[in-house]
């Protein structure tokens, strides 16, 4: 128990040291162009956080300032309490990973090679880096198979996989992604942005992504800063807040017109609203299943199987022509295009109830069995 | 004398099964290893020059241009005149055929060395400076290696260039396959110029296979993409 304590102390005290902080920080190139403009701000240690806003606001600009790609014209960039400016550069970049869109990746390296490249600049025992990147290969979900390739061997979305591998090779602190999942199809996108989440989860690294997908943001963010047009901070918050108290029409018109949409998708079911429904086995009789209906005074019942999966949804209509000493088995029984887990969010549940029969959608557990119903009647409640 | 085809392809190979010709001062191996020291010395001298030039242009990004129609107008310059040049101005010896042949050596190696390291993408010198490499860390462990095919196609380019235009040095008194040209020319022995000409384009053929296959080992096998 102390042990554990203790260990958790210092996780925490070591996560602080890796804050970003931001003081007036403000970005002009020699042609007069300002991308970030005395900008303040401060990325908590151990969360992600998501710099959105349109091409050309400086989000890019600001990220690559962090890891000194490019460097400032005025204030200071603090990590922890050590002025970026003032450590080396080149030392600085090896205890920061870098994931960028188009992996980067060394084309004449093999992907083995490619992981490695942090822990050989900083000199590890051979013996050390094997068993890193073999380590490396399986976090990311990679097949151990694919090491002794080369990159055009890879197609784009494990060839963002190597990337991050790469940035994460040295077990850096911190995570610099620059729009790392723009350049993979939709279907790879969502994939990769479910597995950085995971790791993300298990890692607790003080993460700054870069995306112009205000829907990526949203998914990913712990926190969001939205930068308008003038390279300007419009509102630093967390997703939630964002959606609920956008600060002002820049922000409204960025996060977009379905926002009301997009809280629901960051709300879950809450457990109370569950209604145990009324369900029959699919090996009762018709004649039981009129009971229990009348008893409810429902407009239909839930057929489960065996193992207590929900298998249809029988309505009042149809029991009621049905001969009642036939099993419900051998009815037809209008099956759910989706299952509500007990854990989906709002937005999905919507989604799923404007299309299921008899106005109610089946809620499983994990393993697939029913835990209750949740109704259009009930959501909609809960929306006003 | 008689100047038909089958006549001279005739006395060609005769010429050549004398072993008499192949021994000696002025014989084929002699004469064959004297050009393959022209070339040799000429292709090292040029690259020594010109890939620290390219390769150096290509890394910092800048003054490429100028390096290229430098070297352009270079090309332009013919072998023979700057060989006369250098030799009125030296006199006899080998520097003036040196000279002119390193002269032509280095334009096809500056183009190519700088065309090479500009070719590597901007997002992969970008990554390699992102990870933590020094820029002598990103020019020898990705700008170099990527780069390098187009550097030997350079070099490779220069060397067939130099193999057969190192016949020029029996012009000004030396040696080399030239001899038997200058030679056969001057005493309109036309066996004896074939077997120049012919002698000189098998070293120039066999310089392009083996640098071709020099070009494919310095490959790095994630660049082939076969």
Known sequence: MTTAAARQRTQHAAQDSHAIVFDTVSKRYPDGTVAVEALDLTLPAGELTVLVGPSGCGKTTTLRMINRLETLSSGCIRIGDRDVMESDATQLRRHIGYVMQHSGLFPHQTIADNIATVPRLLKWPKSRITARVEELVELVGLDAGLIRRYPHQLSGGQQQRVGLARALAADPPILLMDEPFAAVDPIVRTHLQDELLRLQARMGKTIVLVTHDIDEAMKLGDRIAIFNQNGRIAQFDTPTRLLAAPADEFVVDFIGADRELRRLALQQLDPEEIDPGVHVAGSATVGDARTRLQQAGSSGVVVLDEAHRPLGWLDWERLRQADGLSRIEQLELTPWRHRLHERTNLRSALNALISAPGDVMPVVDDDGRYLGVISQVQLTRRLS | ?226
Do not use: C, K
């Not at chain 2, 010395?41 to 040029?46: D, H, W, Y």
């Not at chain 2, 077997?195 to 660049?223: H, M, N, P």
């Open chain 2, 1 to 226: 004398m008689n100047d038909s085809l089958p006549a001279l392809l005739q006395g060609l190979i005769g010429w050549l099964a004398d072993p008499a010709h192949w021994q000696g001062s002025n014989g084929v191996l002699e004469r064959g290893l004297e050009h393959i020291f022209y070339m040799m010395v000429s292709t090292l001298i040029g690259a020594a020059i010109a890939l620290p030039i390219g390769i150096g242009l290509g890394h910092s990004g800048r003054g490429g241009l100028l390096a290229i129609n430098l070297t352009n107008i270079g090309r332009a310059v013919p072998s023979f005149g700057v060989i006369i040049f250098v030799f009125l101005l030296v006199g006899y010896g080998v520097i003036p055929v040196i000279v002119a042949l390193v002269a032509l050596a280095i334009p096809p190696m500056v183009t190519n060395s700088f065309v090479g390291m500009r070719g590597v993408d901007p997002a992969i010198r970008q990554a390699a400076t992102a990870v933590g490499m020094t820029p002598w860390q990103r020019l020898l462990q990705v700008e170099l290696p990527i780069a390098m095919p187009l550097i030997m196609a350079g070099v490779r380019t220069s060397a067939v260039q130099v193999m057969s235009t190192a016949t020029l040095a029996a012009y000004v008194g030396l040696g080399g396959l030239g001899r038997y040209l200058i030679d056969g020319l001057a005493v309109r022995d036309l066996v004896q110029v074939l077997v120049g000409a012919v002698l000189v384009a098998i070293l120039a053929v066999a310089t392009e296979l083996l640098f071709a296959g020099l070009q494919r080992l310095v490959t790095a096998r994630g660049l082939r993409h076969d």
